[in-house]
């Protein structure tokens, strides 16, 4: 089966990972605690289903962590997380090649779409990667995070292919690659070094050899 559709993780996927937790630093910073129930939230959230109303749910899990309110635990996220992220990504700088590869895959007639577990916000703008993509969303529309079947389904359906034809690429082996088999996709895997008995299609770290990948398998 052809490839026909590339999707995208973001976050450690279009830019190294490292520039994330560098630009998250500081609105992290600014209230400690709080970031520190927040990771423990995303973590614990992804076995919890079902959900239905994603941002609620975390609130009044990071609440408990806090000792406060819902209310008041979803206002502090937004303030400190959510509007500070939008803000602080600004210096972001994607993986070489992305931007020339993404086109040469647009020019081939593929469909692009991106999907991750943070909020997308102006990171394409930073990135230089506007105006390339016919589906981009956040996990945390679908009241569910990777690895669970919902984002990825979303994926399919917005993408309008079938999954095997969709080849989705991400640096987290649990989440993006397990969760993309999962789904049915073809999965390629942003690594130094293939995972220990790995299900991903493709692993590589340079963009011109997922390249040379996609275009090998346009036609099979």
Known sequence: MKI???????????????????????????????????GRVRKEIREIRPVDNFRHLQSRMIAGYLGT?????????????YDSWAISYKGLKAYPDVRSVLEEFKSRGLKLAAMSDF????????????????????AEDTNYLKP???????????????AEEILYVGNSYSYDILGGKGAGMRTAHLSRR???????????????????????????
């Open 4 to 38: 026909r559709g590339v999707a995208f993780d973001i976050d450690g996927t279009l830019y190294p990972n490292l520039h994330m937790y560098l630009f998250s630093l500081i609105p992290g910073l600014k209230h400690p605690r709080l970031s520190l129930a927040f």
């Open 69 to 81: 309110t819902p209310e008041k635990a979803y206002a502090l996220a937004e303030k400190y997380l």
């Open 119 to 138: 909020p997308i916000q102006n990171k394409f703008k930073y990135l230089g990667l506007t105006g390339l993509w016919d589906a981009a969303f956040t």
């Open 148 to 162: 669970h079947p919902e984002p990825f389904q979303r994926l399919i359906d917005e993408l309008d292919l079938p």
């Open 194 to 220: 293939p995972h220990r008995d790995s299900v991903a299609d493709f692993t590589f770290f340079r963009y011109m050899d997922l390249r040379d990948f996609v275009f090998d398998h346009i036609g099979v």
